[in-house]
T-cell receptor, first 116, second 114 residues
Framework: AQKITQTQPGMFVQEKEAVTLDCTYD???????LFWYKQPSSGEMIFLIY??????QNATEGRYSLNFQKARKSANLVISASQLGDSAMYFC?????????????FGAGTRLAVHP | GAGVSQSPSNKVTEKGKDVELRCDPI?????LYWYRQSLGQGLEFLIY????????KSGLPSDRFSAERTGGSVSTLTIQRTQQEDSAVYLC????????????FGQGTRLTVV
């Protein structure tokens, strides 16, 4: 079974608007961490934001926020005020268990195109 | 170095040859990951090293693939008898211990099997 599911192969958004990239996950472990990465066309993997399963509040990092809905096992990334430089692949990832002893598993990714 | 270093950055090899890909993680990072990314696709987990624990090899696609990590630092991913379907970018990442810590990625090795 897929551990991380990203149902949107591609998304586009108008510059300066907000966009939500979907991510659902599957785990029976009560302790886990969720990550979002950005991969521009250059190929580098850039860490964006982290959400722990016990965190009470949604994570935010600048224009990035994570809409964490634990009961739905959903961890959507919201990018506010989109910029042309946001055009890239975006990957959701999960690490099960506490203490960082387990591997990081990635979803298939969503390609975001920001239009001027 | 300051980041994760992978070598070579590009490798072209003939079908049937063996290749070795190297990863030098960030100093002090106990966890090291190898992933494979085919063109336009997601990251396929291959293998994970954490400190002195036995590696998690559950993602290795066949027995032609193996990896080792010497002295808890540098790792080598070896692909024996390469096939054309092995062509991909091989990404290495490392992280420090701790569930909330992100993995830092190298620039990858682009492997082309001809």
């Amino acid at each position: 079974a897929q551990k991380i599911t990203q149902t949107q192969p591609g998304m586009f958004v108008q510059e300066k608007e907000a966009v939500t990239l979907d991510c659902t996950y599957d785990t029976s472990d009560p302790s886990y961490g969720l990550f979002w990465y950005k991969q521009p066309s250059s190929g580098e993997m850039i860490f964006l934001i982290y959400q722990g399963s016990y965190d009470q509040q949604n994570a935010t990092e600048g224009r990035y926020s994570l809409n964490f809905q634990k009961a739905r096992k959903s961890a959507n990334l919201v990018i506010s005020a989109s910029q042309l430089g946001d055009s890239a692949m975006y990957f959701c990832a999960m690490r099960e268990g506490a203490g960082g002893y387990n591997k990081l598993i990635f979803g298939a990714g969503t390609r975001l195109a920001v239009h001027p | 170095g300051a980041g994760v270093s992978q070598s070579p950055s590009n490798k072209v090899t003939e079908k049937g040859k063996d290749v070795e890909l190297r990863c030098d993680p960030i100093s002090g990072h106990t966890a090291l990951y190898w992933y494979r990314q085919s063109l336009g696709q997601g990251l396929e987990f291959l293998i994970y090293f954490q400190g002195n624990s036995a590696p998690d090899k559950s993602g290795l696609p066949s027995d032609r693939f193996s990896a080792e990590r010497t002295g808890g630092s540098v790792s080598t991913l070896t692909i024996q008898r390469t096939q054309q379907e092995d062509s991909a970018v091989y990404l290495c990442a490392s992280s420090s211990r701790g569930g909330s810590t992100e993995a830092f990625f190298g620039q990858g090795t682009r492997l082309t099997v001809v």
